[in-house]
């Protein structure tokens, strides 16, 4: 096992106490005892999602990368790779055969490739899929033990919350204007972009549908309402509540009710087929309405799929694609609000994010 130290590789007999033998720096985890991954492991997940260090991201984004198989290169043509030669092989064999001998080889050489070929397949299906999930409560417990020994990540966003609303000798936010807002499902989204400044880089008011950040939310929503060219995108979770937001915010008279235009962002039903393996099975009904179509309806009663699967660099710069499209007002609406499917069902490039999002 490698620390993440001095990068000194040990076997487990050289580290009776937990320690690097080299720079006797203690390890978090140690797979001979139990742990499901080591310290490099958990090292690497962090890199990735933080993009070694650029990027702001909750917890929840790092359960998701533990069970996401990093991308090896060359590690998927391994079966294609494989399957090639067992077929130069079998070829080679029959085609050294007599011709009595050949014609009576052909049926046990196309079992042979056909196994292999199943066998392949199997692979590849097996190294492009998650590892097993990872509940809550063990990941809570890897992270307190990570933060025991290794201190805070870099980046991991701590929530600090404050309930006071704003008071007459703050700064009068309420003079300030957006075009863009964003309201969420969840008050975690809401931190995600908010501490990669979102908001500001963006010209763009961000909220939680439910009240949050608890501080501004009143100000910044009443704001928002006096605005006649305000744009609202609707960020959330494939999720009955997630999938049903953008209806509510615009045609609930305490929200959009009226002429402001509304975009549904988030993640839907559809957008689980690109990112296969993470969805959660559930058992419930759910009916259709409320924009929620009848084939979503379906999907929903038996699965959700967490915005917290894309990575957060790609959930900024996805979002960042959608708020920055040129939007036609005469496409059809959905109940008084338009859909955008595409935004997070593609990956993002380099250049999406703006040119300073993440410097």
């Not at 309930?163 to 007459?168: A, E, H, N, Q, V």
Request: charged fraction near 25%.
């Amino acid at each position: 096992m490698r620390c993440i130290h001095c990068q000194t590789d040990s076997k487990y007999k050289e580290r009776p106490d937990g320690r690097c033998p080299k720079c006797k720096r203690e390890f978090a985890f140690e797979p001979q005892q139990g742990a499901k991954f080591t310290d490099s492991v958990f090292q690497h997940a962090i890199d990735r999602i933080s993009a070694e260090g650029k990027i702001a991201w909750g917890a929840e984004h790092l359960r998701y990368a533990l069970q996401r198989r990093p991308v090896v290169k060359g590690l998927y043509l391994i079966p294609l790779v494989l399957f090639i030669i067992i077929v130069v092989i079998v070829g080679m064999w029959v085609l050294r055969l007599p011709m009595v001998e050949m014609k009576a080889a052909i049926v046990p050489a196309a079992f042979i490739l056909f196994v292999a070929f199943c066998f392949c397949m199997w692979q590849s299906q097996r190294l492009s899929q998650p590892r097993s999930l990872i509940s809550e409560q063990e990941f809570c417990i890897m992270l307190d033990r990570w933060q025991n020994v290794h201190g805070t990540p870099r980046g991991l966003i701590v929530r600090n919350p404050s309930s006071t609303p704003l008071k007459g000798s703050d700064p009068d936010l309420a003079d300030y204007s957006f075009d863009r807002a964003v309201i969420c499902d969840r008050a975690r989204t809401v931190d995600l972009l908010i501490a990669n400044n979102f908001h500001f880089e963006n010209n763009c008011a961000v909220l939680a549908f439910k009240g949050y950040p608890e501080r501004i939310f009143a100000t910044v929503k009443a704001m928002l309402m006096r605005n006649p060219r305000l744009k609202v995108f609707v960020l959330h979770d494939a999720t009955p509540e997630g999938c049903s937001l953008a209806y509510y915010v615009a045609n609930d008279p305490s929200w959009f009710r009226g002429g402001t235009l509304v975009i549904d962002v988030g993640l839907r039903p559809e957008h689980a087929q690109a990112i296969p393996g993470f969805r959660h099975d559930e058992a419930r009904t759910v009916p259709a309405g409320q924009g929620v179509d009848a084939a979503e309806a379906a999907w929903l009663s038996r699965h959700s799929l967490e915005l917290a699967v894309i990575p957060p660099e790609q959930v900024i710069k996805r979002l960042f694609r959608a708020v920055s499209a040129p939007i036609n007002r005469s496409d059809a609406q959905r109940e008084g609000f338009l859909i955008d499917r595409a935004s997070f069902k593609v990956q993002a490039r380099a250049s999406d994010g703006g040119a300073d999002s993440f410097g």
